[in-house]
Structures are given as C-alpha cells and as structure tokens.
C-alpha cells in the first residue's frame, strides 16, 4: 500500500510533522526489471507523484535521471530509469527536486507556478512564483531547466 507523505517535509528547515497537512504527494513506488546490462527501473507512480507537486512528470523523471546519473525513458505510460535503484534513493531525489523546483524560497508551499524570465532562447531563466504568499524566486541551476523553459515556450506558440 502507498503511503503519502508531507511535500515540504523533505527541506531541512521545515519541522512539519502534521498528518493533517493539506500538502501531500505519494511515497514513490517501483519495480525492477531485466537482468545482467539490461536491468531497468520502473517509477510506478510517477504521475501521481507530479500531479500533487503540479509539474510535468517527464521533468520530474528527467531530474531523477540527472541525479542518479543514468539514461531514462518515457514509453507508454511508464517512467523508467536504467539501473537498480532502491526506492529510498529515488525518494531522496525527488526531495531535491521538490525543494529546489516546487517549494517557495520564502514562506514553503508547494503553490508555486514557473515563469520565464529574459529573453527566450540562450539566456532566458527560470523563475517561480508562490501563488501563497507572491514571492518571485530565481529556480536553482539544472540540466532540466532548459527543457522546462523550451517546452514553456513550446506550449505558448
């Protein structure tokens, strides 16, 4: 059975412990398969995992990837990941993630929504916006912030 878990309680300054919380998203689930060279893991519920974050699941699993280091794949409905990966280490991960790319800098919802700020192309950046309390913060440098500011752009035209 899945259990869900606290968005912001990932973040080392956050002391949210309540199981009354109204920001929650699913532990992560997977299943290995393969054997030898052609060992994959799958990420069961990835979509539900970015559904309660409100971001893309393909960036999400592009992140994992780039963490771990490894190549990833989106067939059918299924999120896969090269490589035997425990579900403690994808969750850390996804920690990262949601700290660095969901989670408002200043007051720690989840109710952020991305931006692009500059010119759109080479030197555009990645902005998010907290719905909550409207602060603008600059998201962190990664390989995935490109890819999320191309398809921003992508989807406008």
Do not use: W
């Amino acid at each position: 059975m899945d259990s869900n878990e606290n968005i912001n309680i990932a973040t080392s300054q956050s002391s949210i412990n309540d199981p009354f919380f109204r920001y929650k998203m699913p532990a992560i689930s997977v299943k290995h398969e393969g054997r030898g060279n052609g060992v994959k893991t799958l990420l069961k519920n990835l979509d539900q995992i970015s559904k309660s974050l409100h971001r893309e699941p393909i960036d999400l699993l592009q992140y994992v990837a780039s963490e771990l280091s490894v190549m990833s794949m989106h067939k059918n409905d299924d999120y896969i990941i090269n490589g035997t990966f425990s579900p403690e280490l994808i969750q850390d991960c996804i920690s990262r993630f949601v700290s660095s790319h969901v989670l408002c800098s200043l007051c720690e919802n989840p109710e952020t929504r991305y931006s692009v700020k500059g010119k759109k192309g080479k030197y555009a950046t990645l902005e998010k916006t907290c719905a909550a309390c409207g602060a603008t913060d600059i998201v962190p440098d990664h390989k995935i912030n490109k890819r999320i500011i191309a398809s921003m752009i992508a989807s406008k035209k």
